[in-house]
């Protein structure tokens, strides 16, 4: 197995509240809290869970788009967390990001051309007007969109041409890891499979990396080689693809799985109705941060901290259940034989 391209160990992040402007932090906010992972070349591993959960600070701390609270966060075994701006510069070309509203993410004070040709010039990746002309061009042709695009305004495109674009800046600087944060989840079912596929095909022609945050499980399926499950700004499953949608341990990821629609009217799951509201990451309750909504609450829940134990091939999660909880939800057409996603 080849070594991981991106490590992240232990990772925090937590934002102080504060008493007014000037007023010291009174607490905090705990929206990462201890998160692990790795990523290898040409792997996609996608980041789920409700809203709130922390997925998009993980993201962002990646990107050092904000500083972590404690952690470490490795490229090819380089620490990036503690670096200056100075030294991370050289850095930031191997690492982008797909946001997730593709109207608000693109300058519309420019064209497409320069909105492609702004990373290029910073990372001084072309030697002359004619080869960053080159490149530009090429770039569209990646993403499928026609050569007189970049003559355009972004305000000239729809959602997901936008998100072409974004997708086609994100490339600019050649990249070996692209932090897709919610990419697909502003726009319509049909586009959303055309970007996926898009997505897929990208990474098999330049061996991209993906990090993909989303909250749509039906995506997910389609897009990820592995999955790792957050609740409360901590991992609470990590697992092949295949090995989450059959075989969910984690009560969370059942729960989760459990609410994903069923296109098949012949097709029964059993639905798993979590009550109460998600606990405040302000202060997170103690032992397991899952138990005040878990159906399978033990007296050491309350009071013991699970972390991430190994209950299959390649297979982790945190939960004092020896096993994992009995299965609610049956294989889904994951497990089974099937290639990108065909918009409708």
Avoid at 49 to 74: F, N, W
Avoid at 149 to 173: C, K, M, N, T, Y
Avoid at 253 to 280: C, E, F, N, Y
Wanted: hydrophobic share 40%; glycine share 8%; with cysteine.
């Amino acid at each position: 197995m080849s070594a991981p391209l991106l490590e992240v160990r232990n990772l925090k992040k937590h934002f102080p509240l504060r008493s007014g402007f000037f007023g010291g932090a009174r607490g905090y906010v705990h929206a990462v809290d201890g998160v692990s992972f790795e990523i290898r070349k040409g792997e996609t591993l996608a980041l789920v869970g409700e809203s709130g959960c922390g997925k998009s600070t993980v993201g962002r701390a990646i990107l050092r788009l904000s500083d972590v609270t404690a952690g470490e966060v490795l490229i090819d075994g380089q620490r990036i967390d503690n670096l200056s701006a100075a030294a991370l510069r050289p850095l930031r070309r191997r690492l982008q990001v797909v946001f997730q509203d593709p109207f608000s993410s693109l300058n519309p004070r420019m064209r497409v051309r320069d909105i492609l040709a702004e990373p290029i010039r910073n990372f001084g990746l072309a030697t002359s007007a004619e080869q960053l002309d080159e490149q530009v061009v090429q770039l569209v042709d990646l993403v499928r969109l026609s050569r007189d695009s970049v003559d355009r305004w972004p305000h000239e495109f729809s959602g997901g041409q936008r998100q072409r674009i974004g997708i086609a800046r994100a490339l600019a600087a050649g990249p070996d890891l692209i932090v897709c944060d919610e990419a697909v989840s502003a726009l319509d079912v049909s586009v959303k499979a055309q970007i996926v596929n898009l997505l897929q095909d990208l990474q098999k022609q330049l061996g991209l990396a993906l990090l993909f945050i989303s909250h749509d499980l039906a995506i997910v399926e389609h897009m990820t080689h592995r999955v790792a499950v957050m609740y409360l700004g901590r991992i609470v499953e990590l697992a092949p693809k295949r090995s989450i949608f059959a075989t969910p341990k984690h009560p969370y990821t059942q729960a989760l799985l459990s609410a994903v629609p069923v296109a098949d009217p012949d097709a029964s799951r059993q639905r798993m109705i979590l009550k109460g509201d998600v606990p405040s990451p302000i202060k997170p309750p103690p032992g397991c941060r899952f138990h005040t909504r878990c159906p399978y609450v033990m007296g050491r829940c309350r009071v013991e901290e699970p972390v991430l134990k190994v209950v299959g091939p390649g297979h982790t999660m945190a939960c004092h259940l020896e096993d994992g909880a009995p299965s609610l939800v049956p294989p889904s057409a994951a497990t089974r034989e099937g290639g990108s996603v065909v918009s409708p």
